[in-house]
């Protein structure tokens, strides 16, 4: 029973220790934003905010005296057609891999494998010029379209699909259902716990990404919230830190009640594609 007691005791020890890393940055980060100006941050550090009004007197010169707002448009607009288009692509391209079968099928499916093996840096230039010959520089095309195929989504949704009783297909087939209508009623619904939560990934992923859209759109109006919040961390800017902190903190909230929301669809979607199979 005390070997027991200890164990338990243990591990409650080790998950406090690493929610404790892993909350104290974000809460330390509001409390700077959340402090009158000129109060010392890393000499003195508060564990409790000292300042509502002046948080929100920064958070509010950032919207008006930035172009933060239409950064926060572009990367809505970025990230929710990014979750639209790989959902899409995705879940048809997992149909066909785990349901039929097909000349070339495990040849495919093992190409596409390879691409999760193959580091981005290796791919971001031959898309680039790909992007650039296309004339979609500086559009919301070029943000979107190199990201729609993921091997990430196909090999994920595969997982869930192959559980999928042929059975099932074969009824819906007897029932006078066509191929789409097999897709969009019968193996969609059944795998909704994996597209929500592909869906939920995707768009954490794609509002930090921050290499291709400063790559691909160098122009302010195309400017993402990653690109701007990089503005506020440059060496050269004037911003003070609460400022920095402020716009930090801004950037990270989208992310944060994403996965506050469906943290429960994320845990059961990976735990559900590791048993399946």
């Not at 007691?5 to 591990?11: P, R």
């Not at 580091?119 to 070029?142: D, E, F, H, K």
Request: hydrophobic share 55%; proline share 6%; charged share 10%.
């Amino acid at each position: 029973m005390s070997r027991i007691t200890v164990w338990v005791v243990l591990k409650w020890v080790v998950a406090l220790t690493i929610a404790l890393i892993a909350i104290f940055p974000i809460w330390w980060t509001i409390n700077v934003v959340f402090a009158l100006p000129g109060e010392p941050v890393s000499l003195n550090p508060r564990l409790w905010p000292t300042s509502l009004s002046a948080g929100l007197q920064k958070i509010h010169m950032i919207f008006t005296e930035t172009e933060y707002l239409r950064a926060y448009g572009i990367s809505i607009a970025y990230a929710l057609l990014t979750i639209i288009g790989v959902l899409l692509i995705g879940s048809l391209a997992a149909f066909e891999f785990s349901l039929f079968e097909f000349p070339g099928r495990r040849i495919l499916f093992g190409i596409v494998m390879l691409a999760l093996m193959v580091p981005t840096a290796v791919t971001i230039i031959p898309t680039y010029l790909l992007t650039s010959r296309l004339g979609w520089l500086n559009t919301m095309q070029g943000l979107v379209v190199p990201g729609l195929a993921s091997a990430f989504a196909l090999f994920m949704l595969v997982q869930f699909m192959r559980a999928i009783p042929k059975d099932m297909i074969e009824a819906a087939r007897l029932d006078g259902a066509g191929h789409f209508q097999i897709y969009w009623h019968v193996a969609l619904p059944l795998c909704r716990n994996a597209l929500v939560t592909l869906a939920i990934l995707t768009f954490i992923q794609t509002w930090g990404n921050y290499m291709w859209p400063l790559i691909v759109a160098s122009r302010p109006e195309m400017y993402t919230v990653g690109q701007v919040v990089g503005l506020f961390n440059s060496p050269l800017s004037h911003h003070t830190v609460d400022t920095v902190m402020t716009a930090n903190l801004l950037a990270a909230i989208p992310p944060l009640i994403f996965f506050l929301i469906f943290q429960r669809q994320i845990v059961e979607g990976v735990a559900m594609s590791g048993t399946k199979g």
